[in-house]
């Protein structure tokens, strides 16, 4: 299989190999108007398999999405053929408008404008409380 090298553009890599469809649709990747490849179970001597996304043009992408959602991927950043920035995103500390509050007392279940924000408490097993009820998002 070729997959074509980019020019200008990002590439998501050590994905978790299975995860690269969910952060594309949560990402709004389709909504792009250039082209985007998404590499699944690719090999990998770190993860063993792996997923990877290129896209083929510079975006602002939500790191905070990326992290929550597998907090190991690298985002590569490609400028003339050359690799300008690697950034490797970890846990984000808060999340805002990625998850929403289940608890129906929360006040976001009534005051529709609030953002669903959450904070991390428990690193290890990714868990992260609502900041206005501190319930577990699940």
Do not use: W
């Amino acid at each position: 299989m070729n997959v074509t090298p980019i020019t200008n553009g990002i590439v998501l890599d050590h994905i978790t190999a299975g995860k690269g469809m969910e952060l594309y649709n949560i990402l709004n990747l389709d909504k792009l108007d250039c082209s985007v490849a998404i590499i699944m179970n690719a090999d990998s001597k770190k993860l063993g398999r792996k997923d990877i996304i290129k896209i083929d043009s510079v975006i602002d992408l939500n790191f905070d999405v990326i992290g929550y959602v597998d907090p190991g991927v690298t985002v590569n950043i490609i400028n003339d053929g050359k690799l300008t920035k690697r950034t490797k995103i970890g846990l984000p500390k808060t999340v805002t408008d990625i998850i929403k509050c289940k608890n129906p007392r929360c006040i976001t279940s009534t005051e529709q404008e609030l953002t669903h924000a959450f904070k991390l408490c428990d690193e290890e097993k990714r868990i992260y409380r609502c900041i206005y009820c501190d319930s577990v998002a699940k």
